[in-house]
């Protein structure tokens, strides 16, 4: 895979001469953006007097009304160009201007965007979409097919004269086995925290070079990369773990249900008791705290108003008698 370095923000002018590139590719990849930087300058003085004005206009006591083209604190907004100068949006046009030159009989596209490429198209020739995800609305010159084309018995050999199948890859229809790249977390279950994407070297070198915003934290500590590479050996070697922590799950909605404690639905170790106003659940937390449980409330604005509920966390480590004990802590915690 072919990592290209990052070049500048959409609606920035490009430098003309290679270094000056080279240079201005270099200050993005370490976090600079000179461009950015020098196009926020030339706009600051404006932004801060319009800003000074309609706070003035709008502190006042009866604010006016105003033309929003005069006082409206815009930073980059007011300078930026209407138009579209992505990569996406070119190949659109690209491939759309193809089809309209080269009049296919039955032009078939996989999996591309409908308010995009497909739309394109579709303003001047029908096309047929498949895709694995389903498709509600009727659209003139649409005609869409669920297809999954991960099954061998598609009958699709000489379907079409033409297909198009732009950035469509995850709408194929993958199983876990076909995914190119794994996302997951580090925390609840591995005792660590953190997240990772697993993919091959061009994919992680990629991401490294291309995706520098979402990676939004620093390094993790070592002792906690230890201590996840630890973690993720005793998953893949004592799976009994996750059969008992689930069965306890289980068993913990059972006698719930039968002590008549209002569970929220959940199959998982984390099983979430509704309460309703947050005092009430704090309340019941402090409650079991006193009976030697730590349970917490969750409240506002964790979760919507008057829906504060506690959060019980089962581990492989409880014991049956725990979970016994529990129900009946949270049936007199629960009382009125």
Partial sequence: MTVRPPTVSP?????????????????????????????????????????????????????????????VPMLHDRTASAGRRGAYFHQDLLVARRILERRPERHVDIGSRIDGFV????????????DIRPMSERIPNIVFRQVDFMREDQPLVNYCD?????????????????????VGTLGKAFGSFG??????????????????????????????????????EVAA???????RVLSLARRFRV???????PLADSATPIQPVRVGPADAAVAASARLLERGYYVAAIRPPTV????????????????????????AAL???LRP
Avoid: K, M
């Fill in 304 to 327: 919507p108003a008057d829906s504060s509920r506690l959060r019980i966390a089962l581990s492989a480590a409880h014991r049956d008698a725990d979970v016994e004990g529990l129900v």
């Fill in 119 to 130: 739309a394109h198209v579709a303003l001047f020739r029908e096309i047929e979409v498949l």
């Fill in 162 to 182: 033409s297909v198009s199948c732009l950035h469509a890859l995850e709408h194929f229809g993958l199983g876990s086995a076909e995914v190119p790249a794994l």
């Fill in 195 to 232: 997240a990772f994407v697993a993919g091959d070297a061009g994919l992680v070198e990629t991401l490294i070079q291309r995706a520098r915003t979402y990676i939004y934290t620093t390094a993790l500590p070592p002792a906690v990369a230890a201590a996840t590479r630890e973690a993720l």
């Fill in 331 to 333: 049936a007199d915690a």
């Fill in 237 to 243: 070697s004592e799976s009994w773990r996750r059969a």
């Fill in 255 to 261: 006698l719930a249900a039968e002590a008549g404690i």
């Fill in 11 to 71: 609606g920035r002018p490009a430098p003309r001469d290679s270094w000056t590139r080279r240079v201005n590719q270099l200050l993005v990849l370490a976090g600079l953006e000179p461009f950015r930087l020098l196009h926020t300058a030339r706009t600051l003085p404006v932004y801060l007097r319009n800003y000074r004005t309609y706070r003035r206009l709008q502190d006042g006591p009866t604010p006016p009304d105003f033309p929003v083209t005069r006082h």
